[in-house]
């Protein structure tokens, strides 16, 4: 059975620092995996998808994440916060086959302090 | 693209009463899919449908819950007897199994249901 683990409940950094949004995966075969953000009172959007090409994967906002095998990993990253991404990130994973089925992590919520 | 909407936004009941929720889905998108989130929580699956056969529930989806899709576009989840432990954000996705944004799903803004 798939599933994701979000390593952290919340982080919160400062205005213009990196930010590492951690989450590993449970799968019988190649995931794919995904990174939504929701914001308060708004619907989920997602960041950026891995689909088993490059393991390098840029999304929307400056925000990538790298599939790592070897480490059963797809952290989120990016360079500099800002204000705007305050918001709660999940880390998903396809159920198996074709269904399409999401599971979602518990959630990451990030904070990000002037 | 209009995105996906769902009615109403917010859904307050008392325990015991009958509650129908309104999905309408991106324009074409062959699959269309119910989760429910709690406070503190991600979401969990439903319930999906590709075009109006509704393929797979979950076992969250007790016998109070059920689902319809009866034209392949709009969707209605129905719960019946609410109880407080069914309040939740209700959230409706859909997806197109072709082109550039295959298999994404796409969430519309929720309903967020209180059972008092």
């Known amino acids: 059975a798939q599933s994701v683990t979000q390593l952290d409940s919340h982080v919160s950094v400062s205005e213009g620092t990196p930010v590492l949004l951690r989450c590993n995966y449970s799968?019988?075969?190649?995931?794919?995996l995904f990174w939504y953000v929701q914001h308060p009172n708004k619907g989920l959007q997602l960041l950026l998808k891995?689909?088993?090409?490059?393991?390098l994967v840029k999304g929307i906002n400056g925000f990538e994440a790298e599939f790592k095998k070897s480490e059963t990993s797809f952290h989120l990253t990016k360079p500099s916060a800002h204000m705007s991404d305050a918001a709660e990130y999940f880390c998903?994973?396809?159920?198996?086959?074709?269904?399409?089925?999401?599971?979602f992590g518990k959630g990451t919520k990030l904070s990000v302090k002037p | 693209d209009t995105g996906v909407s769902q009615d109403p936004r917010h859904k307050i009941t008392k325990r015991g009463q009958n509650v129908t929720f309104r999905c309408d889905p991106i324009?074409?998108?062959?699959?269309l899919y119910w989760y429910r989130q709690t406070l503190g929580q991600g979401p969990e699956f439903l319930t999906y449908?590709?075009?109006?056969?509704?393929?797979?529930k979950s076992r969250l989806l007790s016998d109070r819950f059920s689902a319809e899709r009866p034209k392949g576009s709009f969707s209605t989840l129905e719960i019946q007897r609410t109880e407080q432990g069914d309040s939740a954000m209700y959230l409706c996705?859909?997806?197109?199994?072709?082109?550039?944004?295959?298999?994404?799903?796409?969430f519309g803004p929720g309903t967020r249901l209180t059972v008092l």
């Open positions: 996705a859909s997806s197109s199994l072709s082109g550039r944004h295959y298999n994404e799903q796409f």
């Open positions: 799968s019988s075969y190649s995931p794919s």
């Open positions: 891995y689909t088993s090409a490059a393991t």
């Open positions: 998903v994973v396809i159920q198996g086959g074709s269904q399409g089925n999401l599971i």
């Open positions: 324009s074409e998108h062959n699959r």
């Open positions: 449908f590709q075009n109006e056969a509704q393929l797979e």
